[in-house]
């Protein structure tokens, strides 16, 4: 579990810098601006919404720490994506 969650951190690091860091002033208004739609799917489709579902029903089947870890990770970048993706999982 380690390796991943070492790997689930670097990930959402990377992202959070390199995609949310730099779109952070344009998201951060209302309505939301069309590269935060982009945002978005982009993190569903590195799984972010689905940390801990189980594998059998298409998650990563990771524990509370994997979800903890995205959290912090995206949270320290954009706030709104982070509630999201908790206010997701914690619906499923």
Partial sequence: M????NLID???TEFSRK????ARQDNDKYPP???FHEI????????LFHVIQPESLGGM????????????????????LGCM????????
Avoid: W
């Fill in 19 to 22: 995609v949310l860091a730099p």
């Fill in 2 to 5: 380690d390796k991943t969650l």
């Fill in 10 to 12: 670097k990930t959402t």
């Fill in 33 to 35: 601006s069309p590269s």
């Fill in 61 to 80: 089947g990771l524990n509370m720490r994997a979800l903890c870890t995205v959290l912090s990770n995206i949270c320290e970048e954009d706030t709104s």
């Fill in 85 to 92: 993706i908790f206010t997701h999982t914690v619906a499923q």
């Fill in 40 to 47: 978005i799917k982009k993190a569903y489709e590195m799984d």
